[in-house]
């Protein structure tokens, strides 16, 4: 018998409450695993109180991330003692996730965790930081370097965009970081190591589909209007990563940018993407990510108390990561 955190639907309202289930409630897979550490972020938020639509099927253990130790499996690229971390791929959305003391899950969906890299550390990273990688490597791909320009990441005070300016700043990159309270993170995203501030009105108003060149690439987490402007400005030869949509599904642009500038618009995900580039992201995370990362605001906090901070996170009154120790 272990514990978990269960969200059921009574009359379309959300409830969250501990309970004790055992291992045959769990769903189906390959590698049992004993959760150390998950973490809370916004749309687990969302999901516990109800206030989104994440959650279509009950019961539900929310948690989009976890790292633990494997107990079984019947899938040979993991033994018993191995530590694993799991990132998106749906969990605590359609399929159990990491807020229980136990979970069952389908091999393909873990990694290894990287040496040099704790639980907490991972969960501090969690599913953002992932991506934010895996925007960085996109960018790469694409034949972007340091000398090409300077590198626009937009959201950038969100968790995608201050790892993904992290990241670009240790790697050599001029990174300009585009925020909606320039006064307010202007100088945590300069810590960061962003060199330059934008003001997101700069980019908030439809523009023009061709537009004076500023960046030789971009880390994009808004999407829509932000995007097309984004993409407007991005030099000849240029590369956007886009991996967001908090501005909405619609992009407002044309062929111009793509035509008359080559410019590529790379989409990146943290699930549809090939086990090898994942395992990759995290180790590149490991080395990387310097030791300050780590040393930013960081709340664990019990099972117990998930509920109580899930309303929090959603109302804006929490900062920093949020890991759930179990």
């Known amino acids: 018998m272990f514990k978990a955190l269960i969200l059921n639907q009574e009359e379309k309202k959300t409830l969250a409450s501990v309970e004790t289930i055992d291992e045959a409630q769990l769903p189906e897979g390959e590698v049992l695993i004993a959760v150390a550490h998950s973490s809370l972020n916004y749309k687990d938020g969302l999901a516990i109180t109800g206030k989104g639509k994440i959650v279509r099927n009950f019961p539900m253990v929310p948690g989009i991330d976890l790292v633990g130790e494997v107990l079984e499996s019947s899938d040979n690229r993991y033994q018993a003692g191995d530590a694993v971390v799991l990132t998106g791929w749906g969990v605590g959305e359609n399929h159990w996730g990491g807020m229980a003391e136990k979970a069952r899950l389908k091999a393909d969906h873990l990694v290894p965790l990287p040496d040099g890299m704790s639980g907490k550390q991972a969960m501090m990273i969690g599913t953002a930081g992932l991506t934010a990688m895996l925007c960085v490597q996109a960018l790469e791909r694409a034949g972007l370097t340091p000398e090409r320009g300077p590198i626009l990441v937009t959201g950038a005070s969100g968790g995608v965009g201050s790892v993904a300016v992290t990241l670009l700043a240790q790697l050599g990159y001029q990174v300009e970081a585009l925020t909606g309270r320039v006064e307010e993170n202007g ?3 300069k810590a960061l190591g962003a060199t330059t501030l ?23 987490t808004v999407g829509s209007t932000v995007l097309a402007n984004v993409l407007a400005q991005t030099h000849y ?14 992009l407002p642009t044309t062929v111009m ?8 618009l790379l989409g990146v995900d943290s699930v549809m993407c090939p086990f090898e580039q994942r395992q990759q992201a995290w180790q ?5 990510l310097p030791e300050s990362f780590y040393q930013q605001a960081c709340q664990e906090i019990s099972l117990e108390q998930v509920p109580e901070f899930a309303d929090a996170i959603t109302r804006g009154q929490v900062t920093g990561r949020v890991v759930i120790t179990l």
């Open 284 to 288: 590149r995370l490991v080395t990387l």
């Open 187 to 189: 100088e945590m995203l």
């Open 198 to 220: 934008v003001d997101r009105a700069e980019l908030a108003e439809p523009g023009r589909p061709l537009d004076k060149q500023r960046w030789a690439g971009a880390v994009d």
């Open 237 to 250: 030869n240029g590369a956007v990563a886009a991996c967001g949509l908090a501005g909405g599904f619609d």
């Open 257 to 264: 940018p793509f035509i008359l500038r080559n410019v590529a």
